[in-house]
């Protein structure tokens, strides 16, 4: 290894290198296109996988919604068409029924209404809700807290409002907590001020009321517009689901094999999805560099079984000289190799900076779900080593190219 | 120093083979300064070869400084030829992107010497043929007879037991000749063995020796005026 620490030796490289300075270029393009292609994809993969991650990540993704639609099978003396609703019996009776699979079950009823603070007023979604909303979709507070199963007992006319409504209604650097809040004419007192999640949010801008006074206040009486239900650890979530759509479907005489009846979105099958297209993704990103990592160090290959050559003369020169057929398949590998880890270098730098740079634009803005695109650092060593094995490898050709020509051949080259 | 035994060398030709050298025997001592004349064709650029052990022989022996030529491989035909031989072209075949002294030095690199000391010991020999001035400058800013008095300096460079020299003048007019010759001449005053090939008779009369090839065999074999004036 003592070659390696020669000065003499990198003098001969760069004498070459400097020699055929176009040609060194176009090469190392090749390599470093190969390794910045790879850097960036999976850097803009890892962002994404960040992003979706971010956008998920205030929401139980072992969700499921259900909600109730028109029947479209006629069944025990009921017409296809047949609007229904979802009752808090439903809700005791899944409850109870699936005690061991269920974790969380939010029976849900919302609206729209004005809300009115002294002079200001907005239009806004009104929902009734239980406290265990906030366990199934976090909830960021700014102020104060959320609903409590008091509230909820003792039927209180209070509410939780959104940062813009807060915006909206009240003057500026006013504590909104303790003011009542109008919603349809009727005061509610302001218990915490939230912010909206940026992520998956099926909310918006609510204002929060307790389940038991929404159902007080609008007469919905034992009515529920819609549930979310989020599982245990290790519950097939689908089997669930399908458990869960038969017996509601029984509760309200529906055909089992309605289709249109009940509506509802399993979460975890929809991340499934787009989690499924980032590991694609991922797999098409590492296929594509790879392939053209290959394809760099070929070319690589390539031209310097051209410079080998066209130098067949000076090598056999040096071989007249004295040089051993080692020394010049090490030169030659050591070119290659040279060359490659070059290009590698360069090619991650540019790539990183890509990638800083598109972090830089995108972090500021949520509409684009791309968060912190970065490559692991034992990625890029694997890459790299890679890199320096294939060089070598390629090199070999070469080398072997230089030498198995007699020096007397060589010399007699024009 | 060279002793060659019925020494035999073909070349394939397509099916056929040619046959070069037909049985050449020829003993070279320390110290001697001999030119093999022939007309191309002769076989004197082969035998110059098998000599340089740039290329090896089909039957006979060939002893260089006692050693027994046989089996060479390319790397131990590299050491040697690193420690005996030292190789003047008629090309001059410097290498081009390297200065006249990093060429003089390149034979000490491959001897395994330090690049401060080659330097040094490189730059004495440039001194020697009178081109230390031109040390750092590129082959291709160098007259002819300037190139090979720098490939000359190359071959000397390792101290070698002979020089090999195939057509040193080929490509230089008759004053650089006469430059080219006087240094080997001087070289060979040190008692250094000089081997050189050539088709002028002007230049085979400065040395010591001819040695006349014809169609792979010698035909004569005789010392000059030069010798006998010593």
């Given at each position: 290894?003592?070659?390696?620490?020669?000065?003499?030796?990198?003098?001969?490289?760069?004498?070459?290198?400097?020699?055929?300075?176009?040609?060194?270029?176009i090469t190392?393009?090749?390599?470093l296109?190969?390794?910045?292609?790879?850097?960036?994809?999976?850097?803009?993969?890892?962002?994404m996988?960040?992003?979706?991650?971010?956008?998920?990540?205030?929401?139980?993704?072992?969700?499921?919604?259900?909600?109730?639609?028109?029947t479209?099978?006629?069944?025990?003396?009921?017409?296809?068409g047949?609007?229904?609703?979802?009752?808090?019996?439903?809700?005791e009776?899944?409850?109870?029924?699936?005690?061991?699979?269920?974790?969380?079950?939010?029976?849900?009823?919302?609206?729209?209404?004005?809300?009115?603070?002294?002079?200001?007023?907005?239009?806004?979604?009104?929902?009734?809700?239980?406290?265990?909303?906030?366990?199934?979709q976090?909830?960021?507070?700014?102020?104060?807290?959320?609903?409590?199963?008091?509230?909820?007992?003792?039927?209180?006319?209070?509410?939780?409002?959104?940062?813009?409504?807060?915006?909206?209604?009240?003057?500026?650097?006013?504590?909104?907590?303790?003011?009542?809040?109008?919603?349809?004419?009727?005061?509610y007192?302001?218990?915490?001020?939230?912010?909206?999640?940026?992520?998956?949010?099926?909310?918006?801008?609510t204002?929060?009321?307790?389940?038991?006074?929404?159902?007080?206040?609008?007469?919905?009486?034992?009515?529920?517009?819609?549930?979310m239900?989020?599982?245990?650890?290790?519950?097939?979530?689908?089997?669930?689901e399908?458990?869960?759509?038969?017996?509601?479907?029984g509760?309200?005489?529906?055909?089992?094999?309605?289709?249109?009846?009940?509506?509802?979105?399993?979460?975890?099958?929809?991340?499934?999805?787009?989690?499924?297209?980032?590991?694609?993704?991922?797999?098409?990103?590492?296929?594509?560099?790879?392939?053209?990592?290959?394809?760099?160090v070929?070319?690589?290959?390539?031209?310097l079984?051209?410079?080998?050559?066209?130098?067949?003369k000076?090598i056999?020169?040096?071989?007249?000289?004295?040089?051993?057929?080692?020394?010049?398949?090490?030169?030659?590998?050591?070119?290659?190799?040279?060359?490659?880890?070059?290009?590698?270098?360069?090619?991650?730098?540019?790539?990183?900076?890509v990638?800083?740079?598109?972090?830089?634009?995108?972090?500021?803005?949520?509409?684009?779900?791309?968060?912190?695109?970065?490559?692991?650092?034992?990625?890029?060593?694997?890459?790299?080593?890679?890199?320096?094995?294939?060089?070598?490898?390629?090199?070999?050709?070469?080398?072997?190219?230089?030498?198995?020509?007699?020096?007397?051949?060589?010399?007699?080259?024009? | 120093?060279?002793k060659?035994?019925?020494?035999?060398?073909?070349?394939?030709?397509?099916?056929?083979?040619?046959?070069v050298?037909?049985?050449?025997?020829?003993?070279?001592?320390?110290?001697?300064?001999v030119?093999?004349?022939?007309?191309?064709?002769?076989?004197?650029?082969?035998?110059?070869?098998?000599?340089?052990?740039?290329?090896?022989?089909d039957?006979?022996?060939?002893?260089?400084?006692?050693?027994?030529?046989?089996?060479?491989?390319?790397?131990?035909?590299?050491?040697?030829?690193?420690?005996?031989?030292?190789?003047?072209?008629?090309?001059?075949?410097?290498?081009?992107y390297?200065?006249?002294?990093?060429?003089?030095?390149?034979?000490?690199?491959?001897?395994?010497?330090?690049?401060?000391?080659?330097?040094?010991?490189?730059?004495?020999?440039?001194?020697?043929?009178?081109?230390?001035?031109?040390a750092?400058?590129?082959?291709?800013?160098?007259?002819?007879?300037?190139?090979?008095?720098?490939?000359?300096?190359?071959?000397?460079?390792?101290?070698?037991?002979?020089?090999?020299?195939?057509?040193?003048?080929?490509?230089?007019?008759?004053?650089?000749?006469?430059?080219?010759?006087?240094?080997?001449k001087?070289?060979?005053?040190?008692?250094?063995?000089?081997?050189?090939?050539?088709?002028?008779?002007?230049?085979?009369?400065?040395?010591?020796?001819?040695?006349r090839?014809?169609?792979?065999?010698?035909?004569?074999?005789?010392?000059?005026?030069?010798?006998?004036?010593?």
């Amino acid at each position: 290894m003592k070659f390696l620490f020669d000065s003499d030796t990198w003098q001969e490289i760069y004498g070459s290198i400097r020699k055929n300075k176009v040609r060194t270029v176009i090469t190392i393009i090749g390599v470093l296109w190969g390794i910045f292609l790879l850097v960036v994809l999976l850097g803009a993969a890892r962002g994404m996988e960040n992003g979706f991650n971010k956008l998920f990540g205030n929401f139980a993704t072992n969700s499921v919604f259900v909600w109730t639609q028109r029947t479209d099978t006629p069944f025990k003396g009921f017409q296809e068409g047949r609007r229904f609703r979802l009752t808090m019996n439903d809700i005791e009776v899944l409850k109870s029924e699936y005690s061991n699979e269920i974790k969380l079950l939010a029976p849900r009823n919302q609206t729209n209404n004005l809300l009115v603070h002294n002079f200001k007023s907005g239009d806004f979604r009104v929902s009734g809700d239980y406290p265990v909303l906030d366990q199934i979709q976090k909830k960021q507070l700014l102020y104060g807290r959320f609903l409590n199963d008091n509230d909820i007992l003792s039927t209180a006319k209070v509410t939780v409002i959104s940062e813009d409504m807060y915006i909206q209604l009240f003057d500026k650097g006013v504590n909104p907590i303790g003011e009542y809040l109008k919603i349809n004419s009727i005061n509610y007192k302001v218990i915490g001020v939230y912010k909206p999640s940026n992520t998956i949010d099926f909310d918006g801008d609510t204002a929060y009321i307790p389940f038991t006074t929404y159902r007080k206040v609008y007469n919905t009486a034992n009515r529920v517009d819609w549930m979310m239900i989020t599982a245990n650890e290790g519950t097939n979530i689908e089997q669930m689901e399908k458990d869960i759509l038969l017996t509601l479907k029984g509760l309200h005489k529906v055909h089992p094999e309605d289709k249109r009846a009940f509506g509802s979105v399993n979460l975890g099958k929809e991340i499934g999805k787009v989690t499924g297209f980032i590991i694609g993704m991922q797999f098409l990103t590492w296929f594509v560099g790879i392939a053209t990592l290959i394809a760099g160090v070929f070319a690589i290959g390539n031209i310097l079984l051209i410079t080998v050559k066209e130098r067949t003369k000076e090598i056999g020169i040096r071989r007249a000289l004295g040089a051993t057929p080692k020394s010049i398949r090490q030169q030659i590998i050591l070119e290659s190799v040279f060359l490659t880890t070059v290009a590698g270098m360069l090619g991650i730098i540019f790539g990183s900076l890509v990638l800083f740079l598109i972090d830089a634009a995108v972090s500021n803005n949520d509409d684009i779900p791309l968060i912190n695109p970065t490559v692991n650092i034992p990625i890029i060593f694997i890459a790299f080593a890679t890199l320096i094995v294939l060089g070598t490898m390629i090199g070999l050709i070469p080398a072997h190219m230089a030498t198995i020509v007699k020096p007397i051949e060589a010399l007699r080259e024009e | 120093m060279i002793k060659i035994e019925k020494l035999h060398k073909s070349y394939p030709i397509g099916k056929d083979s040619l046959h070069v050298l037909k049985g050449i025997d020829l003993h070279i001592k320390e110290g001697e300064f001999v030119s093999i004349m022939g007309s191309s064709g002769s076989g004197k650029s082969t035998l110059l070869n098998i000599v340089g052990l740039l290329d090896i022989h089909d039957e006979g022996d060939y002893y260089l400084n006692d050693q027994l030529i046989k089996d060479m491989n390319e790397k131990k035909s590299a050491i040697l030829r690193n420690k005996f031989l030292g190789f003047v072209f008629q090309s001059f075949n410097l290498i081009s992107y390297k200065t006249a002294l990093e060429n003089v030095a390149l034979p000490l690199y491959y001897k395994g010497m330090s690049r401060k000391e080659r330097l040094k010991v490189a730059l004495e020999y440039l001194d020697k043929v009178g081109l230390k001035d031109w040390a750092n400058h590129l082959p291709n800013e160098l007259s002819g007879g300037q190139k090979q008095r720098v490939a000359i300096a190359r071959a000397l460079v390792t101290k070698p037991k002979v020089v090999l020299a195939d057509e040193p003048t080929g490509a230089l007019d008759s004053t650089t000749t006469d430059s080219v010759m006087d240094l080997l001449k001087d070289i060979n005053d040190e008692g250094m063995t000089v081997f050189v090939i050539t088709h002028e008779e002007e230049v085979a009369e400065q040395t010591k020796r001819i040695v006349r090839l014809k169609d792979g065999v010698i035909i004569s074999d005789e010392l000059t005026k030069a010798s006998k004036a010593v």
